[in-house]
């Protein structure tokens, strides 16, 4: 029974060797003919781009031939299916430079932006090396890395550079402060962003800049920047009420007018109140903003601030009497607006999600490594539905003006 038993388990695992070893086989085939299959396609699309510069095919003889056919050199080239070669033909007088493959180029395009994704995500150059053998069954060196780190480097300061078209009558103004570490010693860098509601409603990155601190000379210099490349026809300006900033923007845009944002203004209110006090204050914060309009709401200023001096609050009645008017200048455009111009929410959501991509990072080795990072992911969700989707109706910014006049 015994002997049964064991014959019996033997033939079992004989079998699932067999089918193991199948498995392998085919799957190996199926590679091959995948490979074969991408290598045979490629090579026709280049020989029918040779015929295009030509205007001619292989030995064919036309009075509209420009050149002919030299041979060809053979190029490795790593594809997702794996190592294919190609027969890149030669022309006798012309240059033979392809749109399918780039010149000199050894891998898809898809490879190239999956190791920029990784590095722009915080990867480590090392760990992009491992991942890239496991992946492809080919290991990326350092240098390639580099190499390809710098030509995105190149389009995204392209991209920055840009020129501003068109107007953009809100302007949302923010920074974020993150890390870098040289020689062992870890400061605080600022990456000052601007993002705008153009004229078909729809939100778009207008800059992005390295700051020192977010202090008057850097927002100075990033309001210049901003003028320098166009931005024009800004009717407001949303911000937190950072140091310099509104002394830079009258510079630079005197006719615009300032929105601080009222939630970084609730924030500095319930700096000066009791915890156990907050809630209620915040109701009486809120009162100020639900006004109809803006004499209603400066009438209401006056009556929170009395009250928070009976609730003996005298430093939070201060920072009310002293700042919330500056947290009414929305009320001077279309009430359909206003939710979405008194805060600088919108940008704010923004900025937590570069915090996010840049979290892996931690220290960065500069302010320029960290600018390009938060620019990249700017860069990205501008071309996402982001940046497409209309957020507001623009057209009610003209019926206002009209009734207004």
Same mark, same amino acid.
């Not at 870890?186 to 939100?203: E, F, M, P, Y």
């Not at 979405?340 to 570069?354: A, H």
């Given at each position: ?109 898809? &490879? ?84 705008? &509601? ?35 026809? &800004? ?33 500095? &209110? ?136």
């Amino acid at each position: 029974m015994e002997n049964s038993k064991s014959l019996r388990e033997s033939k079992e695992r004989k079998a699932g060797q067999i089918i193991r070893i199948e498995q392998e086989q085919l799957t190996r085939h199926l590679d091959k003919i995948v490979r074969g299959t991408v290598e045979e396609t490629l090579n026709a699309m280049l020989d029918a781009e040779a015929d295009r510069l030509c205007q001619a095919g292989r030995y064919e003889r036309t009075q509209k031939r420009q050149d002919t056919r030299a041979g060809h050199y053979k190029r490795n080239l790593d594809t997702q299916a794996g190592p294919v070669q190609l027969k890149i033909p030669k022309l006798r007088t012309l240059t033979f430079e392809t749109a399918i493959i780039e010149r000199y180029k050894r891998r898809e395009s898809s &490879v190239e932006e999956a190791l920029i994704e990784m590095y722009l995500a915080g990867v480590s150059v090392r760990r992009v090396e491992d991942i890239t053998e496991a992946l492809w069954g080919t290991r990326v060196s350092p240098g390639t890395v580099s190499n390809l780190n710098k030509k995105v480097y190149e389009r995204i300061e392209q991209w920055i550079n840009n020129p501003i078209e068109g107007e953009y009558s809100y302007v949302f103004l923010d920074g974020i402060w993150l890390k870098r570490c040289w020689a062992g010693e870890v400061k605080n860098v600022s990456v000052l962003v601007a993002i705008g &509601v153009d004229q078909d409603g729809c939100r778009q990155v207008l800059g992005v800049q390295e700051g020192a601190k977010e202090d008057k000379e850097s927002w100075t210099r990033f309001l210049r920047y901003l003028k320098s490349r166009g931005l024009q026809g &800004v009717k407001l300006f949303v911000s937190d009420k950072c140091l310099g900033l509104v002394e830079s923007l009258a510079d630079f845009y005197p006719k615009a007018q300032w929105q601080r944002c009222v939630v970084h203004f609730y924030r500095n &209110v319930f700096t000066a109140v009791p915890k156990g006090r907050v809630k209620e204050v915040a109701a009486m914060l809120k009162a100020i903003h639900a006004q109809e309009d803006r004499q209603a709401a400066e009438e209401k200023i006056t009556a929170v601030t009395k009250k928070l001096k009976g609730m003996k609050l005298s430093n939070a009645a201060k920072i009310v009497e002293d700042g919330a008017k500056e947290t009414l200048s929305y009320y001077d455009f279309p009430s359909q607006h206003w939710r979405s111009i008194r805060t600088n929410n919108p940008l704010e959501r923004l900025m937590r999600e570069i915090r996010r991509r840049t979290r892996v990072v931690g220290a960065f080795p500069d302010g320029q490594s960290a600018l390009m990072l938060v620019a990249a992911r700017l860069r990205h969700v501008s071309g996402t539905r982001w940046g497409t989707r209309q957020y507001l109706n623009m057209g009610r910014l003209t019926e206002n003006a009209v009734e207004m006049a």
